[in-house]
C-alpha cells in the first residue's frame, strides 16, 4: 500500500515563502509521477504544480509561475514545493499526490492514485 505524507504547511504573512515536502513510500515501483494540489474551502481542487517520474518534465499553473517551483529530491519518491512571494490567496489545504497510469503527471485531479492528508497554508495580509 502507497502512503503520501506530506509536511511543511504553516501561517505565514503575504510575501513570506514556504517550503513544502512530500515523501510517497510503499511503491513496487521506482518513480512516480507526482504532484502538488491545492483545496480552498467552498473550491474544487485544482493542480499547482505536477512533476515527471523521471523529474525531466514539469508542469505548473499559471498563478503559480514565477512564485513557486517543483523539484523532486534524490531520494525515491520524494518532492517538494518551493512558494515564494505568497498571496491570502494562495491560502489553502495543499495536497502531495502520486501514481498515475502510462507516466501521465499533468494537472488531472482524477489521474492520480495516491494522495496525502494534506497540509494547510495560510497566508495573511
Known amino acids: 500500500r502507497v502512503q503520501v505524507v506530506e509536511s511543511g504547511g504553516g501561517a505565514v504573512r503575504a510575501g513570506d515563502s514556504l517550503r513544502l515536502a512530500c515523501s510517497a513510500s510503499?511503491?513496487?515501483?521506482?518513480?512516480?509521477?507526482m504532484g502538488w494540489f491545492r483545496q480552498a474551502p467552498g473550491e474544487e481542487r485544482e493542480g499547482v504544480a505536477t512533476?515527471?517520474?523521471?523529474?525531466?518534465?514539469?508542469w505548473v499553473a499559471d498563478f503559480a509561475k514565477g512564485r513557486f517551483s517543483i523539484a523532486r529530491s534524490d531520494a525515491k519518491n520524494t518532492i517538494y514545493l518551493q512558494m515564494n512571494t505568497l498571496k491570502p490567496e494562495d491560502t489553502a489545504m495543499y495536497y502531495c499526490?502520486?501514481?498515475?497510469?502510462?507516466?501521465?503527471?499533468?494537472?488531472?485531479?482524477?489521474?492520480?492514485?495516491?494522495w496525502g492528508q494534506g497540509t494547510q497554508v495560510t497566508v495573511s495580509s
Open positions: 499526490a502520486a501514481g498515475t497510469e502510462s507516466g501521465y503527471y499533468g494537472p488531472a485531479v482524477h489521474a492520480y492514485k495516491y
Open positions: 510503499g511503491s513496487p515501483y521506482t518513480d512516480l509521477s
Open positions: 512533476i515527471s517520474h523521471s523529474g525531466e518534465s514539469r
